[in-house]
Each structure stands twice: as structure tokens, then as C-alpha cells.
């Protein structure tokens, strides 16, 4: 079974930072594509970025320029650094990653997510 974890939400000023952390674990042969959701309250989940193995990130429109994305794949880790945050930035904020598991399939994976506050 894999799993992904979040971490790194939390409250945070407008125009402060925070950096989330996603984590892959269980068994499985690679990891191609990692994506970085959010969800605000009463509406649908949003897709802000997505980062394909060997390649670069691609960010929506209202976060370009803000957020950045990496990834340690030695580590099996994403990172979502976010900057400049304002309080329309609130949301739980998950990852995505779409993993070659032993049987040679391709599957999507999620996590729980992780909360960001932002005040004003």
C-alpha cells in the first residue's frame, strides 16, 4: 500500500511563508508525477502545480511567481514552498503523486492534507 503524508501547514501572517513537506512511503518501484492540491472551504479541490519526474514544475496562474515546487526523489519527498501569502491562500493543501507500483501499474495516490491559514 502507498501512503502520502503532509506536513508544514499551520497559521501564518499575509505576506509571510511556509514551506509543506509531502512524503511517500510503502512499496512501489517510482514516483513520475507529484501534484500539490488545494481545497477551500466550500469549494472544490484545485490542482496549483504539478511536477513531472525529469522535467519542471508547471504552476497555475495565481500562485506563479509565489509557490515553488521541488523534489528530492533519493527521498521519496515533494516540497511546496509558499511566499508572499495572502488569506485567499487558505485552504488544506495536499499532494498528489502518481506512483509505478511492482505489478508495473500506474496509479494516483493522495493524502490527508495539510491546513494553511493565512490572516490578515
Known amino acids: 500500500q502507498v501512503q502520502l503524508v503532509e506536513s508544514g501547514g499551520g497559521l501564518v501572517q499575509s505576506g509571510g511563508s511556509l514551506r509543506l513537506s509531502c512524503v511517500v512511503s510503502?512499496?512501489?518501484?517510482?514516483?513520475?508525477?507529484l501534484r500539490w492540491y488545494r481545497q477551500a472551504p466550500g469549494e472544490q479541490r484545485d490542482l496549483i502545480a504539478h511536477?513531472?519526474?525529469?522535467?519542471?514544475?508547471i504552476y497555475k496562474e495565481f500562485v506563479k511567481g509565489r509557490f515553488t515546487c521541488s523534489r528530492d526523489d533519493a527521498k521519496n519527498m515533494g516540497y511546496l514552498q509558499m511566499t508572499n501569502l495572502k488569506p485567499e491562500d487558505t485552504a488544506v493543501y495536499s499532494c498528489?503523486?502518481?506512483?509505478?507500483?511492482?505489478?508495473?501499474?500506474?496509479?494516483?495516490?493522495w493524502g490527508q492534507g495539510t491546513q494553511v491559514t493565512v490572516s490578515s
Open positions: 511536477f513531472p519526474r525529469g522535467g519542471t514544475p
Open positions: 510503502g512499496k512501489f518501484l517510482d514516483i513520475d508525477t
Open positions: 498528489g503523486a502518481d506512483v509505478y507500483l511492482t505489478t508495473g501499474l500506474r496509479q494516483e495516490y
